[in-house]
């Protein structure tokens, strides 16, 4: 199971859906492969093995895997990188769907009816990721697979993923001092006592058009203002903020008291280009307003820099193994989420990585690059494969084995 694990896990490592099949013509013509030098398996078993294998593994299986991800990053000084509002870190909360098929389906696919009346099958889930303002890097966390419960409402489904996700993990956050962003669909009562009840705080987007009580609460009130005047180049814009504390989140007696702020941004003319507002349990004043717009603001990395790369980029999901019966479309991303945390890993804390990273460029030529010398060469282990990345120089290869 390790070495059907691993082969899996390579493929999205490498980001080259031929990783597999170039290592076995390796291993026929050199008697080994990197598959047995970089990802330690003892053998590399067949596309459809790995399939079968894998399809009813759980997804969860791999959980302990993201945190430990997470505790090498913290020991080695990377988690510095997403400390903000006072070393607190932002955790991004997003639904995104991974699978959609007019033809293939398994029993775990969710269902729906398009406009011309054919039924779409597709999979999504619940993904979670540190996030910062002010750089690219984002932090995959394990994700909640968003599974058919009763009925196919998506709103009603990811609400409830937010509250599985925050039972599972929520407490193995809590050291890190978590502030939970999420949209609009996130700033209910129900997911923002759940934040609360797992050791977080939240601070989530809150749209006047389903959030009526906020507005009635807001109207007719005098509310305190800040403005901060941005220069870029020859680009001035104006950010102006309003904030009220203490406004309640719903109508009834039961509602939960939550801190509200907005922020506009206009161009030299006046002219409005940006707007949104948000709810918090973190106070909210002139001091403080600044940067939780921009925190706030942060959330579309995890759509952006996260789930599009893994969309995108060479993290073909289901090129190789297909889409399963059972629980594979879920194993595989899964697997996916954690090659891309320990790539975001090795880009803020290891060295070698890093040198490599700059010598080749951005980091699609970086893998171009380690898809094409691990298809002809056989490297002893990951130091001398970076390493050949930055000198350009190989290392020596034994003769092809005689049979
Ligand atoms: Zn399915």
Known sequence: MADIGLAAFSVFFMQSPSFLAHQRDLARARG?????????????????????????????HFDPLFAAVLSALEAHGGLAAFRCLSGRVLIALDGSEHFTSRKLHCPHCSQRRRSDGGVEYFHAFLGAALVAPGHGHVLPLPAEFITPQDGSDKQDCESRAVRRWLGAHGQGCARLDPVYLGD????????????????GHFLFVCK???????????????????RVTVRRGRDLKVHRYRWLEAVPLRDGADALSVNWF?????????KITYRNSFVTDLPVGRDSVVELAAC??????????????????????????????QTLSAVLVSLNLLAFAMHNACDLIE???????????????????????????VFAGWTELVTTLITGIPPPQPPPSPD
């Open 296 to 325: 706030g603001r942060a959330r579309w990395k995890i759509e952006n820099e996260s789930f599009n790369v893994l969309k995108s980029n060479g993290y073909h999901l289901e090129h190789n193994f297909g889409h399963g019966k």
């Open 208 to 226: 006047p058009s389903s959030h009526q009580t906020i507005e009635e609460y807001l109207t007719g009130i005098d509310l305190p203002e800040h």
């Open 32 to 60: 080994r492969s990197n598959c047995e030098t970089l990802f330690a398996m003892t053998a590399i078993p067949s596309d459809n093995h790995i399939r079968q294998m894998l399809d009813g593994t759980p997804a969860s």
């Open 351 to 377: 060295s070698l990585w890093k040198q490599a990273r700059a010598t080749t460029g951005a980091r699609q030529r970086l893998f171009e690059h380690l898809r094409s010398i691990t298809a002809y060469l």
């Open 184 to 199: 609009d669909l996130y700033s209910r009562q129900p997911i923002c006592a759940a934040v609360t009840a797992a050791g």
């Open 262 to 270: 907005a922020i506009e941004i206009a161009d030299a003319r006046g």
